[in-house]
T-cell receptor, first 112, second 115 residues
């Protein structure tokens, strides 16, 4: 699985958009970009995923560059409850599922 | 909303004892996983399970570990003879409803403390 690179930490003001970058320059054509977050020691929570098109759901937007070598997760209006570690993961989906390989992630602190 | 449930939430065991961690995956999911997270470290993949057999395992998942789906709903992780270094949060996850490219949902974890 391709490796990802994320900044170790970021701050964001409450109510502002949080833009979390991720580099995955060695991504293969059959690898999807997934984003998860983990609040304290709770179980990782799925946020969004995509292959090459930009995606949006009720939680966030995912912007993937045309060459697919990087992506940005956008939380449009961050709240204090969005304070968490955010993981960008590239994942191959095979016919027997696909493991997630977690890195260190980005620790996002949303401040009042 | 369907969710993955894990029991117990916290387990304390003596070194050398066997423990069984239990998980109820989301109904109709076909792929099941165990991950662990040692305090202060990253989440690590242990094993994936599909069609009643292990489909992939990491080097962490040695002979002391085993998984089982004893009935149609439960998915268990057994550690045969616990060591101090097995102390961690253990997360179960499930994904898939017969198609590829689906997200994995995680349970809230079992905190295992080996003393």
């Amino acid at each position: 699985d391709a490796k990802t690179t994320q900044p170790p930490s970021m701050d964001c003001a409450e109510g502002r958009a949080a833009n979390l970058p991720c580099n995955h320059s060695t991504i293969s054509g059959n690898e999807y970009v997934y984003w998860y977050r983990q609040i304290h020691s709770q179980g990782p929570q799925y946020i969004i995923h995509g292959l090459k098109n930009n995606e949006t759901n009720e939680m966030a937007s995912l912007i993937i560059t045309e060459d697919r070598k990087s992506s940005t997760l956008i939380l449009p209006h961050a709240t204090l409850r969005d304070t968490a570690v955010y993981y960008c993961i590239v994942r191959v989906i095979g016919n027997q599922g696909g493991k997630l390989i977690f890195g260190q992630g980005t620790e996002l602190s949303v401040k009042p | 909303e369907p969710e993955v449930t894990q029991t117990p939430s916290h387990q304390v065991t003596q070194m050398g004892q066997e423990v069984i961690l239990r998980c109820v995956p989301i109904s109709n999911h076909l792929y099941f996983y165990w991950y662990r997270q040692i305090l202060g470290q990253k989440v690590e993949f242990l094993v994936s399970f599909y069609n009643n057999e292990i489909s992939e395992k990491s080097e962490i998942f040695d002979d002391q570990f085993s998984v089982e789906r004893p009935d149609g709903s439960n998915f268990t992780l057994k550690i045969r003879s616990t060591k101090l270094e097995d102390s961690a949060m253990y997360f179960c996850a499930s994904s898939g409803q017969g198609s590829m490219n689906t997200e994995a949902f995680f349970g809230q974890g079992t905190r295992l403390t080996v003393v």
